[in-house]
């Protein structure tokens, strides 16, 4: 099963993105095809070198975990507006665009919005 799950919260200070990853997670372990699209404020998840309190969950490993079995996108524009270039993300996150959100939503089987 394709699996597209959109994301719109910041990393923290909410939970939002953080379930929306652990479920990415185990749907990865239940060999579905998961694609993540990070929007808004959610792409700060993919900000590479995050530094968390010890046993504080980090954003950047769990979605290290998606990015081995799946994939990971981000908007462009979301990315733009927040001041994150391309050397910034995590390693195998990706710029995206609108139109490949269009695409991977049509061709979903479920689309999850967190």
Known sequence: MDVLIILNDPPYGTERSYNGLRLAKALIHKDSKVMVFLM???????????KVPQGFYNME??????????????????MDARGITDEDIAVGARRSTMQALAERTLAADKVLVF
């Open 40 to 50: 808004a404020d959610a792409v700060a998840c993919a900000k590479r070198g995050q």
């Open 61 to 78: 490993l769990m979605l290290n975990a998606v990015i081995r079995k799946g994939e990971v996108l981000l908007c462009g524009t979301c």
